[in-house]
C-alpha cells in the first residue's frame, strides 16, 4: 500500500468553525489531490498541487483553501465550515498526472 | 450530464456467478480508463486499467468501447471477497480531469 496517512480520521466540528484536514504521504510524490465523497455523486475534486506551493482549483473549490509547504504535506481548509461541507474526504497522490492515483484512508466529517 | 454514469445497483449474486458491470462516458476526448474497488467505509483501490483491446486479470475482464464510449468489467466465478463497490474512473488530459462515477454496489451471497 502507497504510503499515505490522513489526520483526523475522524471529526465533529459545528457551522461557523475553521477545520483543517492533513494528507501526508511517504512516497515523494509529485501530485497530491483532495477529493470529497458522497450519495449520489462520484468522488469530486477539490483542489490539487503538483509541487510545492504550486496548487490548482478542481470541480468543488468553494469554501475550501489549500497549501502545500513541504513535498510530504497537503493540508485541505474549511475556514468556516458549512453543514454541506459534510462528507468523506480524501487525499490521493501521484507521480504524474496521467499515473494512477493513489488514496488515503479518508477523513469523515461531520459538520453540525 | 454526469461524465462517468453507471448503474448504482444493487447486483447481489450467488457465489460462482459471472457478472458485468457497464459505464458510460461522456467525453469522446477521454484517455484513460480504470475500475477501481471500494470496500465499505474504505479507501478506493485500483482493480485494473483498461485498454483499447481488452484486458484480463484472472477472473477479472475490462472492455473499452471507444465508438459508444462504454467500458464494461466482467467478475466470473464470483468469491463472498468480491463484494464492494465497483467505481468507473475516467481520465481526460491534465491533472485535475480524473472524473469518477458513483459507483455499483455488487454482493455475493453465499
Known amino acids: 500500500d502507497a504510503g499515505i496517512t490522513q489526520s483526523p480520521r475522524h471529526k465533529v466540528t459545528e457551522t461557523g468553525t475553521p477545520v483543517t484536514l492533513r494528507c501526508h504521504q511517504t512516497e515523494n510524490h509529485r501530485y497530491m489531490y483532495w477529493y470529497r465523497q458522497d450519495p449520489g455523486h462520484g468522488l469530486r475534486l477539490i483542489h490539487y498541487s503538483y509541487g510545492v506551493k504550486d496548487t490548482d482549483k478542481g470541480e468543488v473549490s468553494d469554501g475550501y483553501s489549500v497549501s502545500r509547504s513541504k513535498t510530504e504535506d497537503f493540508l485541505l481548509t474549511l475556514e468556516s465550515a458549512t453543514s454541506s461541507q459534510t462528507s468523506v474526504y480524501f487525499c490521493?497522490?501521484?507521480?504524474?498526472?496521467?499515473?494512477?492515483?493513489?488514496f488515503g484512508p479518508g477523513t469523515r466529517l461531520t459538520v453540525l | 450530464r454526469k461524465e462517468v454514469e453507471q448503474d448504482p445497483g444493487p447486483f447481489n449474486v450467488p457465489e460462482g456467478a459471472t457478472v458485468a458491470f457497464n459505464c458510460t462516458y461522456s467525453n469522446s476526448a477521454s484517455q484513460s480508463f480504470f475500475w477501481y474497488r471500494q470496500d465499505c467505509r474504505k479507501e478506493p483501490k485500483l482493480l485494473m486499467s483498461?485498454?483499447?483491446s481488452g484486458n484480463e486479470d484472472g477472473r477479472f475482464t475490462a472492455q473499452l468501447n471507444r465508438a459508444s464510449q462504454y467500458i464494461s468489467l466482467l467478475i466470473r466465478d464470483s468469491k463472498l471477497s468480491d463484494s464492494a463497490t465497483y467505481l468507473c474512473v475516467v481520465q481526460q488530459t491534465g491533472a485535475n480531469n480524473l472524473f469518477f462515477g458513483t459507483g455499483t454496489r455488487l454482493t455475493v451471497i453465499p
Open positions: 490521493a497522490i501521484s507521480e504524474r498526472p496521467t499515473d494512477t492515483q493513489y
Open positions: 483498461v485498454y483499447s
